[in-house]
């Protein structure tokens, strides 16, 4: 069915759908590494792009593309590349357009990998970068030099909650010949649009809303412009991260009810953040759809909702952040986020205990802050199960 002009939940179920010989309701799963040619000329014609059709699952196959064309609709893209994992598609973009003497400007508080990759692997090949609070649009104008070719934006961040002015920093980028690019992982395309605002590229890291059930790691770049997603596949055909024809039948079962999980996640998210904003042993909230969140407007102009991830801080600190992680039954205690499951971390204790406590504070995270993603649970079991938790601190 053409669902060009269909509203996001037709999208969401019916993009990228596919007709095939047996009239197959789903896309079925196509396992196959390689395709035979009819005969040697259909195979010359695939090769110069002569004829469309498949040759090789790393450079194309129909469960793949099929997830591809359903995402690239959902963001209001040109074409879009699905890769093994959400770091496969940060890298692809780094990889296909930085290189030797160019430079990169990010959002400091960025999703940890994606910054370190670029600190640690990206600087060995001559590449540049800058990490700054975007949120500030004057920092950005600060670093921007003749040789930067990417700016790369993350909002809301990961654990901060800070938001960046998308529309805003698109305009000053292309002022000054930059591609920008958003990690749009924390919202999915159903809280935000960023190609709708501006931007060039949008990538995902699938594993979290968009597939939303915690049992696939995956990931998606979606490109506006025809050239730019030329180069993102070229180079993702080249590095070879790309995604396997069963995660790919995953994923496109999990996204068709992406609405109705994030409607459901959030409805209770904006409940236990007011909850959690009167609690007697919690110090700070930060949820952008709080009247308390900085950018609480901003957030309302460039986000149709407010989504299901907070953070919050305890009052007692260090100790207090373990006692509710070992006491809470229902929210599991575990990195990633955004499935139908609620999920409690604890920064501080873990994924940025390799950090000192200075370089911590420096990025934000206080020794009692805590991330929260709420699952689609009734809202009162969540509330119930922080409670007990929180009375034991
Ligand atoms: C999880 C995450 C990633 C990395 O994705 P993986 O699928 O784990 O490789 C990138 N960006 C953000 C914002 C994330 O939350």
Redesign the pocket.
């Known amino acids: 069915m053409e669902t060009k002009n269909s509203g996001f939940n037709t999208k969401l179920v019916h993009a990228g759908d596919y007709e095939d010989c047996l009239g197959s309701a789903v896309m079925p799963i196509y396992q196959t590494s390689t395709f035979k040619f009819r005969n040697s000329k259909h195979g010359a014609d695939l090769f110069a792009g002569k004829e469309p059709g498949y040759i090789y699952t790393r450079i194309g196959n129909p469960t793949i593309n099929s997830l591809e064309d359903k995402l690239a609709e959902l963001e209001n893209g040109y074409r879009g590349i699905a890769v093994a994992?959400?770091?496969a598609a940060?890298t692809t973009v780094y990889m296909a357009l930085l290189g030797q003497g160019l430079h990169v400007i990010t959002t400091d508080a960025m999703?940890g990998p994606?910054r370190g990759v670029l600190e640690r692997d990206f600087s060995r090949f001559g590449v540049e970068a800058d990490f700054v609070d975007t949120s500030d649009i004057e920092q950005i104008k600060k670093v921007i030099k003749p040789n930067t070719k990417l700016l790369y934006i993350?909002t809301p961040t990961?654990p901060t909650i800070a938001i960046t002015d998308i529309k805003a920093v698109c305009e000053l980028a292309h002022k000054n010949n930059i591609l920008v690019c958003v990690?749009n992982?924390?919202c999915s395309p159903y809280l935000q649009k960023p190609l709708d605002l501006g931007a060039d590229i949008v990538l995902h890291?699938i594993?979290?809303f968009i597939n939303g059930h915690a049992d696939i790691?995956?990931?998606a770049i979606i490109a506006k412009d025809p050239e730019v997603y030329k180069r993102l596949r070229q180079t993702m055909v080249y590095m070879g991260g790309n995604m396997d024809p069963h995660q790919a039948y995953m994923v496109s079962r999990g996204v068709k009810t992406l609405s109705l999980r994030m409607e459901k996640s959030e409805q209770s998210a904006r409940v236990i953040a007011e909850w959690l904003e009167n609690h007697s042993k919690v110090e700070w909230v930060k949820y952008p759809g709080l009247k308390s969140h900085p950018q609480h407007e901003l957030a309302k102009k460039q986000m149709s909702g407010f989504g299901a991830m907070i953070s919050f801080g305890l009052k007692g600190g260090f100790k207090a952040g373990e006692i509710l992680m070992d006491n809470v039954k229902l929210c599991l205690l575990a990195v990633s986020?955004g499935g139908v499951e609620t999920l409690i971390q604890h920064p501080a204790s873990m994924t940025h205990a390799g950090l000192s406590k200075e370089a911590r504070e420096e990025a934000g995270i206080s020794d009692g802050l805590v991330r929260f993603s709420v699952g689609i649970e009734d809202c009162d079991d969540i509330i119930t199960d922080l409670e007990n938790a929180l009375k034991l601190i």
């Open positions: 994992s959400g770091m940060v999703y994606s993350e990961n990690d992982t924390f890291s594993t979290k790691v995956g990931g986020l």
